[in-house]
């Protein structure tokens, strides 16, 4: 990347399925056009597996030069030194105790700084930066998908404590009927009760919605039951938080003609007066909030490492 470029941030965000690359143009804040790519990656694979993975799709923005690197994935991970912590959360247990920092760094000669975020911070940020929740604060959003992600901000400050934030901002750490959340919210456990219904096998979360769609009325009262669910869990901590908006982000919002009504159900039988007002919203840049979020902390902030650094306006 030339000195005359220094408004691009090259960008890596790991999935489980996916990992995509792709240059951020902080100014615009927008992906750079022709400079996002796409590489399948497995996250039961091994070590060595994933990170050539992670390295080839790197690879495809070669041509751009050097420049400043940033890399949103999901926890459990030490962001600050760039270490694998995951055990026991079915992905990427192969890179626990892995030091991608160094690894990525060795492979990547171009990368002249290198910095890592959680990936649901990352898609709350890119949404609130430039999406969904630009101009509100104080914002808090959660992804949907293999677990639940979340992150609450505040006058632009990622939060991980105080009045209606959880422990480390982590929702997926709460409990419900007697069990952690994500025995209810996520997609196994969508396909559970489905299957528990039926007594059939368990078709993917796509499916279900489908059968929904066309009149299932099982299909229809998972999604009603569990999303109904998750906002009452959620619905104490919006009305101590009190954000003006709650955006929702990851592949199950997908199904947000099925999951929007029992969601806002829920927060307003938690909280009727207080969340009764809070805007809820499916994320305006889904695929790119991610991605957008990660180069905002690299390039704007500067300290993706701090998840309660000042982080700026988002107007």
Not at 55 to 64: H, I, P
Not at 105 to 111: R, Y
Request: with cysteine; net charge neutral.
């Amino acid at each position: 990347m030339s000195p005359a470029d220094e408004s691009t941030v090259l960008v890596l965000e790991v999935g489980g399925t996916h990992v995509t690359a792709a240059g951020v143009d902080i100014r615009a804040r927008s992906l750079r056009s022709g400079l996002s790519f796409r590489e399948a990656v497995d996250s039961n694979g091994s070590a060595e597996e994933i990170l050539s993975a992670l390295v080839r799709c790197a690879d495809r923005l070669s041509g751009l030069g050097a420049g400043p690197w940033a890399v949103a994935l999901p926890g459990p991970f030490d962001y600050e030194r760039g270490i694998g912590r995951f055990e026991g959360v079915g992905k990427f247990d192969a890179l626990r105790g892995v030091d991608l920092r160094a690894a990525l760094t060795a492979s990547l000669p171009g990368a002249t700084a290198l910095s890592f975020c959680n990936d649901a911070d990352a898609f709350v940020l890119g949404e609130w930066w430039a999406g969904a929740a630009r101009g509100h604060r104080p914002v808090a959003g959660i992804t949907l998908g293999t677990g639940v992600g979340s992150c609450f901000l505040r006058d632009g400050r990622i939060l991980r404590h105080g009045p209606g934030v959880p422990s480390e901002g982590w929702v997926h750490t709460l409990r419900y009927a007697g069990g952690p959340l994500e025995e209810t919210v996520s997609r196994r456990a969508l396909r559970r009760a489905y299957a528990r219904a039926t007594g059939a096998a368990p078709p993917d979360v796509r499916e279900i919605a489908r059968r929904a769609r066309q009149g299932d009325p099982t299909a229809a009262e998972v999604f009603t039951v569990t999303f109904r669910a998750l906002g009452r869990v959620l619905g104490p901590l919006l009305g101590a938080f009190e954000p003006t908006v709650l955006v929702v982000g990851g592949a199950i919002a997908g199904a947000w003609d099925l999951l929007a009504e029992p969601l806002r159900s829920g927060l307003t039988e938690a909280d009727p007066d207080r969340n009764r007002r809070v805007v809820i919203t499916p994320a305006h840049r889904p695929d790119e909030a991610p991605l957008l979020g990660a180069a905002y902390l690299a390039g704007v902030c500067g300290r993706p490492g701090d998840r309660t650094a000042p982080l700026g306006d988002s107007r």
